[in-house]
């Protein structure tokens, strides 16, 4: 009753709807906060009349210069103010501070981070745009809300339980647990009881969007609504990365080819004269399962499958682009440093953190090969801007790279998976054998599949999904 009062209130003093984003970490800089600034510009766009929130929980920032950083990093620009409210309690979703149970623990902290947001603002409809199902329970029964939900990656599913059944460990599933049969079963049992709560949880959801088919079908067999779910790709600024012309790097592939055949017509050594350098670039935040430990332990065998060519290690080089939330995304920095100092490639990999939106898009422009090696991907934007800048994209064999992203295009490859360190390397020593014209044709048809992740048809699909419930919005005033 008193949340009802304050709705009341609002508007009495507003005279129009509110709709809420409950988005914790929106100065992230990742995949998922493209969705939250698009979603909102889209919104913006087609209702004039309706007023946004955002619920975040960044501190020592200001609303504007949040809003600074998604025109830097995003290229997106929102047509009119929107209001933050700032929680002060984010650390309790951290997970960080749950070392054990940490699903149950992350998932409690969002309930209480959730009625923090509550009681500080009481909107007419309220959209969980970055996986927080506990928190729409609350939204809906104690605050009388609407709900939506944009679910970038279910929080439990059935192929997590597969690792522990088959006791494979994993960032999420530790070697002390994954040895013991006994802890293993108990595990089983553990994320089999948080799967149900899962499940009530979101099913609670008026409208629910997945960003690609592998999280279908987990939501499906979670929250069990399918008249209610739909798929809604992510945005990728795929407009943006097409002016990178591929007649540049065909230029500079043909000038590399009629040198590999001057060399074969003098008899010249390879690797002789200048060399062009083969950039190969992964653009991901710097989280567990990112696993960019695999990215440089792979590039460290295709150097050793380099060393015997004169300038091979030379001509390579790895560029992780990256964002870094906390103070544990900058410790795993520095874990990664270090292992690129044991295993001696420290001169041939850059780590280029927070960067803005131009110079990721210039390190695009000059790769080679764009690097992927998250096992079972949501869907990986990264992955899509990679193929739409021209880059040969070498992605992980599962979820949405597989299923959605990296699949034939009009007959054609658009680009190669891999799962392991050794296919990983040989994948990349194919790529960088492969003749200019072979490279560039994958560029060419990897770039036209992308069409389908543009910014213009997340809006019309994410328009769609919504359409009802903003109606209903726009009718009660």
């Known amino acids: 009753m008193w949340m009802q009062g304050r709705r009341r209130a609002r508007r009495a003093?507003?005279?129009?709807?509110?709709?809420?984003?409950?988005?914790?970490?929106?100065?992230?800089?990742?995949?998922?906060?493209?969705?939250?600034?698009?979603?909102?510009?889209?919104?913006?766009?087609?209702?004039?009349?309706?007023?946004?929130?955002?619920?975040?929980?960044?501190?020592?920032?200001?609303?504007?210069?949040?809003?600074?950083?998604?025109?830097?990093?995003?290229?997106?620009?929102?047509?009119?103010?929107?209001?933050?409210?700032?929680?002060?309690?984010?650390?309790?979703?951290?997970?960080?501070?749950?070392?054990?149970?940490?699903?149950?623990?992350?998932?409690?902290?969002?309930?209480?981070?959730?009625?923090?947001?509550?009681?500080?603002?009481?909107?007419?409809?309220?959209?969980?745009?970055?996986?927080?199902?506990?928190?729409?329970?609350?939204?809906?029964?104690?605050?009388?809300?609407?709900?939506?939900?944009?679910?970038?990656?279910?929080?439990?599913?059935?192929?997590?339980?597969?690792?522990?059944?088959?006791?494979?460990?994993?960032?999420n599933n530790a070697d002390f647990i994954s040895r013991n049969t006994l802890l293993s079963a108990v595990k089983v049992v553990y994320y089999g009881c948080f799967g149900l709560l899962y499940g009530l949880a979101g099913s609670c959801s008026d409208v629910i969007m997945v960003n690609s088919t592998w999280t279908l079908r987990h939501i499906l067999s979670l929250w069990r609504s399918p008249s209610r779910t739909s798929i809604v790709y992510p945005p990728c600024d795929v407009k943006a990365f097409l002016d990178v012309p591929l007649e540049k790097k065909k230029e500079e592939e043909v000038e590399e080819g009629w040198e590999e055949l001057g060399r074969e017509l003098t008899g010249e050594e390879e690797g002789a004269g200048d060399r062009k350098c083969h950039a190969i670039v992964s653009v991901g935040q710097f989280r567990p399962e990112k696993n960019h430990r695999l990215q440089i332990r792979a590039f460290s065998k295709l150097l050793d499958r380099k060393k015997e060519e004169t300038g091979g290690r030379e001509s390579l080089r790895l560029v992780l682009i990256g964002g870094c939330r906390n103070q544990e995304d900058e410790k795993r920095v520095l874990m990664l440093r270090r292992l690129c100092q044991e295993l001696d490639v420290a001169d041939r990999v850059d780590f280029k953190l927070n960067v803005p939106f131009e110079e990721l898009?210039?390190?695009?422009?000059e790769a080679t090969i764009g690097l992927h090696t998250m096992w079972n991907e949501h869907f990986g934007i990264g992955v899509v801007e990679c193929m739409a800048a021209g880059t040969i994209v070498l992605a992980h064999k599962s979820g949405g790279?597989?299923?959605?992203?990296?699949?034939?295009?009009?007959?054609?490859?658009?680009?190669?998976?891999?799962?392991?360190?050794?296919?990983?390397?040989?994948?990349?020593e194919t790529i960088l054998a492969l003749s200019p014209a072979a490279r560039l044709k994958i560029r060419q048809n990897a770039r036209r599949s992308v069409e389908r992740f543009s910014d213009q048809v997340f809006d019309a699909c994410f328009l769609a999904a919504m359409e009802t419930l903003m109606l209903g919005l726009e009718r009660c005033f």
């Open 401 to 428: 790279p597989k299923m959605d992203i990296v699949i034939p295009f009009e007959g054609g490859p658009t680009g190669f998976l891999a799962n392991s360190e050794d296919s990983y390397a040989a994948a990349m």
């Open 361 to 365: 898009k210039r390190e695009l422009e």
């Open 13 to 171: 003093r507003n005279g129009r709807p509110a709709v809420a984003f409950f988005h914790p970490y929106c100065n992230a800089g990742g995949g998922g906060e493209r969705v939250l600034w698009s979603s909102l510009r889209a919104l913006m766009n087609r209702y004039p009349s309706v007023s946004f929130a955002v619920y975040t929980g960044d501190q020592g920032v200001t609303g504007e210069q949040i809003l600074q950083r998604a025109r830097q990093r995003f290229n997106i620009t929102l047509p009119r103010p929107i209001t933050f409210i700032f929680l002060r309690h984010r650390s309790l979703v951290e997970a960080a501070y749950y070392p054990h149970f940490t699903l149950l623990g992350q998932s409690a902290g969002s309930m209480f981070l959730g009625c923090e947001a509550l009681m500080t603002f009481v909107p007419d409809l309220y959209v969980d745009s970055m996986g927080y199902a506990f928190t729409l329970p609350i939204f809906r029964y104690l605050g009388g809300c609407k709900v939506a939900s944009y679910v970038h990656y279910p929080t439990v599913s059935t192929d997590m339980l597969s690792l522990v059944r088959e006791r494979i460990p994993r960032f």
